[in-house]
């Protein structure tokens, strides 16, 4: 397996783990019960298990850009060093940003995500 496609891989399972540090953030304030109905009219999840559902939402805006870039540079046959580079720069970004934005380290935040951005567009790059 291309190691671009083992990122992608290691992304998705970065998204899960944050989505069950965004549940269990909102099932401490919520509680379980409230978390088994429809959610309407549910307050706002404040504090560290807010920032981690909103963290989780980014990630998978963003996971859904690097999938396509990885995807389509692996099926084209167009991986090289700067594909991997940027597969790299994007997940170990993330990584640091799901932690990051869950201590609310404000501009830190910005600076990872800001990296992540750098590793799709040195994908999107040899693409183009």
């Known amino acids: 397996m291309k190691p671009e496609l083992s990122l992608l891989v290691w992304s998705v399972l970065l998204a899960f783990v ?17 978390l088994f109905g429809n959610r309407e009219g549910m307050p706002e999840i404040k504090g560290w298990g807010g920032r981690a559902i909103r963290a989780h939402r980014n990630m998978i805006e963003n996971l859904v850009l690097f999938a396509a870039l990885v995807l389509v540079a692996a099926l084209a046959g167009k991986t090289n060093g700067m594909t ?45």
């Open 18 to 34: 944050q989505l069950l540090v965004a549940v269990q953030g909102a099932m401490s304030q919520l509680g379980l019960i409230a």
């Open 84 to 128: 991997l580079l940027g597969a790299q720069l994007f997940f170990w970004a993330r990584v640091a940003y799901a932690v990051i934005y869950v201590a609310g380290i404000t501009y830190l935040r910005t600076a990872a995500w800001a990296v992540s951005i750098v590793g799709l567009a040195l994908i999107f790059l040899q693409l183009v």
